[in-house]
């Protein structure tokens, strides 16, 4: 599966984003789809992550109540609404796709499919 991920820009602390990825292939209702974030001098970071089915989803906890994962299987997109953003959310953000297993989708999945990624930068 291909991704590509856009919707990124620049937006004041308190603003929003949402964010899309975009698959390629014909059986992405079959794949966990996650959300990373890389920031500057900073290791990627699991954000969120939602199963093929959309009915289960998890997120880390400094995004919980501000991120919202969801996921459209007929049109093989997943999205990122990101709320109440903070400075401290500024990062690369990437798309991610396993394959489902059976998992609960969650940071413990070993992702296999990246998108480029695409800029958050919020400002204070």
């Known amino acids: 599966v291909q991704l590509q991920a856009s919707g990124g820009g620049l937006v004041e602390a308190g603003g929003s984003l949402r964010l899309s990825c975009a698959a390629s292939?014909?059986?992405?209702?079959?794949?966990?789809m996650g959300w990373f974030r890389q920031a500057p001098g900073k290791e990627r970071e699991f954000v969120a992550a939602?199963?093929?089915?959309?009915?289960?989803?998890d997120y880390t906890d400094s995004v919980k109540g501000r991120f919202t994962i969801s996921r459209d299987n007929a049109k093989n997109t997943v999205s990122l609404q990101m709320n109440s953003l903070k400075p401290e959310d500024t990062a690369v953000y990437y798309c991610?796709?396993?394959?489902?297993?059976?998992?609960?989708?969650?940071?413990?999945?070993?992702?296999?499919?990246w998108g480029q990624g695409t800029l958050v930068t919020v400002s204070s």
């Open positions: 939602i199963s093929w089915s959309g009915d289960s989803t």
């Open positions: 292939g014909h059986t992405f209702s079959s794949y966990i």
């Open positions: 991610a796709a396993e394959q489902g297993d059976g998992s609960d989708p969650g940071p413990k999945i070993n992702f296999d499919f």
